[in-house]
């Protein structure tokens, strides 16, 4: 199993260009979540799924759009990117139960100019 | 919202030493893990304990739940060790990891 996988590891995008980035999971896990991390600030949840067909918004949601149409994948969209969304961006998986880890992927970094 | 508090913030240890990083949070929980991200940006699940203690290795982590805090011990520390330590929770017993993360401790090992 490859785990979560992230793409593309870097990018850079000019301010109002869109983006998506890409996150699959293959440990048939139900639950799956996008973070940002910026300096100072920790990690933030952006959105999150607990099952394909079914989204939430987490903490920093402006400004971002997610679907879920099956159980392994689950992009971040950014439909005209600002500067203020240059950070790391990581995709989180687990089981949707109470007690399960968490798992994360490497990460896409993301710089908009 | 839940406040969760990382101590130290920055930790120089030499190779060999032991160390403690706390984790101190607002409310109760029902979900508490603890990660480590490498140099290379690589965060790595290390513990769910949400109360009680656990061993892997050369790391332990302890949770008092009734009392806030989470301690996560670094025993005979080594220079891969060196990253940051984070500590997560979850507030709510609805399904998913709807963690909320501390603001981390950096760790160097030195040789």
């Known amino acids: 199993n490859a785990g979560v996988t992230q793409t593309p590891k870097f990018h850079i995008l000019k301010t109002g260009q869109s983006m998506t980035l890409q996150c699959a999971q293959d440990?048939?896990?139900?639950?799956l979540s996008w973070y940002r991390q910026d300096p100072g600030m920790g990690l933030r949840r952006i959105h999150y799924?607990?099952?394909?067909?079914?989204?939430d918004k987490g903490e920093v949601p402006d400004g971002y759009n997610v679907s879920r149409s099956n159980t392994e994948d689950f992009p971040l969209r950014l439909e005209s990117a600002a500067p203020s969304q240059t950070s790391v961006y990581f995709c989180?998986?687990?089981?949707?139960?109470?007690?399960?880890?968490?798992?994360f992927g490497s990460g896409t970094q993301l710089s908009v100019l | 919202g839940i406040q969760v508090e990382q101590s130290p913030p920055d930790l120089i240890l030499q190779e060999g030493a032991n160390s403690t990083l706390r984790c101190n949070f607002s409310d109760s929980v029902n979900n508490l893990q603890w990660f480590h991200q490498n140099p290379w940006g690589q965060l790595i699940n290390l513990f769910y304990?949400?109360?009680g203690t656990k061993q892997n290795g050369r790391l332990s982590a302890t949770t008092v739940a009734t009392e806030r805090y989470s301690l996560l011990y670094i025993s005979s520390s080594q220079t891969t060790d060196s990253g940051v330590y984070f500590c997560?929770?979850?507030?709510?017993?609805?399904?998913?990891?709807?963690?909320?993360f501390g603001g981390g401790t950096r760790v160097l090992v030195k040789p």
């Open positions: 989180a998986s687990s089981y949707p139960g109470h007690n399960e880890k968490l798992f």
């Open positions: 440990m048939n896990h139900g639950y």
């Open positions: 799924s607990v099952a394909a067909g079914i989204t």
């Open positions: 304990i949400p109360s």
């Open positions: 997560a929770v979850d507030l709510t017993r609805a399904a998913g990891n709807k963690l909320t």
